[in-house]
């Protein structure tokens, strides 16, 4: 098992070019840098540093060594400052937005993950163009948004923003429509789709939108439905109205009817993302331990 000090003693060495001023960068004697740096050799079975008259410098296990434990003792010391933050306040509330599938699929996983450790979450739910401008504004320490891969998000300068998830995106088709028997949907074969009605988002900004209007760009495409819920949207595809994008995540409970199809093309998936008001030392304890629960949230979902 490595001992902290070890990976201490390797780094100062690295910034001082010998053992003499690494010990006193760190305030130990010199037999205890030595100490520790051998140690470390006998652990990994290899000269981690070589000595010359010049001083001190590191082999290249060495290097790799220190590249690995500059994230461990980065780690070691992100978790001290976590766990003293919130030994200090106590419970925290936490103003957080959400769009309302995630809403419906996550929040519950999440919100009991925070419980646990004293996080409290203050929860808005609004679609995408009220989250964005709510976050730029400072009305939420953090949103969970998502824009379609490749497209952006109108986000101040500033704005800190975590991946969490692809979520790819279903074409859903009424059972009954003379192309529902493909297994898989291309740009190619979606473009045959220029006679059908859309669903639509009923609040503008929506990104999804934007990349069905950039596959059918100089050709016409006409929207029937226009609904922020998916499940209105899935039952108006079940009754034959229109077709339209599902997110993997918000196709459950699908009715009678429906037939969704995988997209073969990269740009149709959104980015599921955790996005901070501007920091200059970036997220909080309290947003990173949102962002884990998040991700093990999903972790169990899949």
Do not use: C
């Not at 304890?285 to 629960?293: C, D, I, K, S």
């Amino acid at each position: 098992m490595i001992d902290p000090r070890q990976l201490q003693a390797l780094a100062a060495v690295a910034a001082e070019g010998s053992v003499a001023r690494a010990a006193t960068r760190l305030g130990w004697s010199q037999p205890t840098v030595d100490y520790h740096l051998k140690a470390l050799d006998r652990l990994v079975e290899a000269p981690l540093t070589q000595r010359s008259s010049r001083g001190s410098t590191l082999t290249a296990a060495g290097t790799l060594m220190l590249e690995r434990g500059e994230e461990i003792l980065a780690l070691a010391e992100r978790a001290l400052t976590d766990v003293r933050e919130f030994a200090e306040v106590g419970t925290t509330r936490l103003r957080f937005g959400s769009f309302p599938t995630a809403a419906a699929r996550l929040l519950p996983g999440i919100a009991s993950r925070l419980r646990r450790i004293g996080i409290e979450l203050d929860t808005t739910l609004e679609e995408i163009a009220p989250l964005v401008e709510g976050n730029n504004q400072g009305d939420f320490d953090a949103a969970l948004v998502y824009p379609a891969s490749g497209y952006r998000l109108p986000f101040r300068r500033g704005v800190h923003t975590m991946s969490l998830l692809t979520d790819p995106l279903l074409l859903a088709l009424p059972a009954s429509h003379p192309l529902a028997r493909r297994a898989r949907f291309d740009v190619a074969s979606l473009v045959e789709l220029e006679d059908s009605a859309w669903v639509f988002s009923a609040t503008p900004g929506d990104t999804l939108d934007d990349v069905v209007r950039d596959t059918f760009a100089g050709r016409r495409f006409k929207v029937a439905v226009r609904t922020d819920d998916y499940a209105v949207a899935l039952g108006m595809v079940a009754a034959e109205m229109g077709i339209g994008l599902v997110p993997q995540l918000a196709a459950f409970n699908v009715p009678a009817g429906v037939a969704l199809k995988p997209i073969d093309d990269p740009r149709f998936a959104r980015e599921i993302l955790l996005a901070t008001p501007p920091s200059r030392s970036g997220p909080s304890a309290t947003v990173r331990q949102l962002a884990e629960a998040v991700r093990r949230t999903i972790d169990a979902l899949a």
